[in-house]
Every structure is written in C-alpha cells, then in structure tokens.
C-alpha cells in the first residue's frame, strides 16, 4: 500500500474521531447536560491553552498505545493461537469493553 493511502486512512479516522466526539459534544450542549464557564484561552493565554492541548493529546495517545499493545498486541495473539480469529477478536473486543467501561464505584457505595 502506498505511503500516501496509509495518511489518507489516518486522516479519515482522525476526522471520523473528531465529528463523533464533536457531534457527542453538540448533543450533550443541545441538551443542556454541558456547560462551558470559559476556557484556558481565556484565563491563561493561548500559550497556557496549547500547551494543555498537547499535553492531553499527549497523554490520550498514551493511553491508547497501551492499550492496544496489551489487548492486541499480547491478549489477542493468545487467544487467536487458540480460537479462531473471528472469536478471537470477539473476545478481545469485549475484554476491552469491559476494562475500559466499568460504572463508577460511587454507584456501588451504601447510603450516605
């Protein structure tokens, strides 16, 4: 596959990414659950402001590399010794899903 296919495969799923999260985003403000008080631009600067950006970007990438080097990197390359690759990503898929959506353990705690 040529150098330039895999950019353009990157910037699809970079902007896929972006309207989804921006979309979310649109919903929760439409319906009022979100409210923005003001921003580090304001307060601070945009220097202040970039500099949080790229540190949170930073930091999600992090995350997500570790993430994917353990769930695919490691625990698929097990399970698909052992399972078919079909189930095997399956299985991944929900092993994610559940270390990734747990419910708060605020939910969990009894009375006040």
């Keep these: 596959m040529p150098r330039w296919q895999h950019l353009w495969q990157w910037g699809v799923g970079f902007g896929a990414g972006l309207l989804v999260i ?10 009022g659950w979100v409210e923005v008080a003001g921003t580090a631009l304001d307060d601070r600067g945009a220097g202040t402001a970039a500099r949080l950006l790229a540190g949170g970007l930073a930091l999600q990438f992090a995350v997500a590399f570790s993430e994917e080097i353990g769930f695919r990197g490691y625990v698929f390359q097990n399970l698909a010794g052992r399972l078919s690759v079909r189930n095997a990503t399956l299985a991944t898929g929900l092993l994610l899903v559940r270390r990734i959506y747990q ?6 705690q009894a009375g006040p």
């Design 22 to 31: 921006a979309g979310l985003f649109g919903i929760e403000w439409a319906l």
């Design 103 to 108: 419910p708060p353990q605020h939910l969990h």
